[in-house]
Each structure stands twice: as C-alpha cells, then as structure tokens.
C-alpha cells in the first residue's frame, strides 16, 4: 500500500516562494511504477492538476514534466529517485493560488492521493 505524506506548505507573501515535498512509503521505487504529480483545489474550485512527472522505470531524476499554463514558468516538478520523494518549487506565488496542494500517484485504476498541505499566499 502505497502512502504519500505532502509537506512545506504554509503562509507565504505575494511574490514569494514555496517548496512542496511529497515522501512515499510502501513501494521500493515509486517513480517506477506510478506518474507523480500535484494537484491544488482552492475555495470553491475544482481540483486540478498543475504539474506531473512521468517515466515509468526511472532510473535517473529526469523525467517528462507536464505544466498547467497557469505555472509554467514559476514551478518546477521534480523528483528523488533515491528517496522516493516528489517536490514542487513554486515561486512568484499569487494569492489566487491559496490551495490545499495534494500530491497524486497514478498508474491504471490505482489513484493515490495525499493528506494535502495548505498553500495560503497572502500578505
């Protein structure tokens, strides 16, 4: 059974930075087996996806990034292979973006989700 724990959110001012962590337990090398990615879901919205890394049987820390438009430029996806750890760089944070980010492993009909860590951008 496959666990994602989400860390490094919190309160943070327009303009600035945040790195998210997701740490995963119950598989030797997650990145091997399941597409990573983080999601948000803000008040009222709808939960969405805003960037993923793939590369089943990973070997290295590379992998296909995919962006929401709304990021691209500010956030970097990526991964420890090694320690099964997923992370989110987000910089230039906007206050639009007050989300609870989850971090998301997927492969066929296996769709695991963290706890979430609330992102509040306000100043």
């Known amino acids: 059974q496959v666990q994602l724990v989400e860390s490094g959110g919190g309160l943070v001012q327009p303009g600035g930075s945040l790195r998210l962590s997701c740490a995963a337990s119950g598989s030797r090398s997650i990145f091997s087996i399941y597409t990573m990615g983080w999601y948000r879901q803000a008040p009222g919205k709808q939960r969405e996806l805003v960037a993923a890394?793939?590369?089943?049987?990973?070997?290295?820390?590379?992998?296909?990034?995919t962006y929401a438009d709304s990021v691209k430029g500010r956030f970097t996806i990526s991964r420890d292979v090694a320690n099964n750890t997923l992370y989110l760089q987000m910089n230039s944070l906007k206050p639009e973006e007050t989300a609870v980010y989850y971090c998301?492993?997927?492969?066929?009909?296996?769709?695991?989700w963290g706890q979430g860590t609330q992102v509040t951008v306000s100043s």
């Open positions: 998301n492993a997927r492969q066929g009909p296996v769709d695991v």
């Open positions: 890394i793939t590369n089943r049987g990973a070997i290295t820390n590379r992998g296909t990034t």
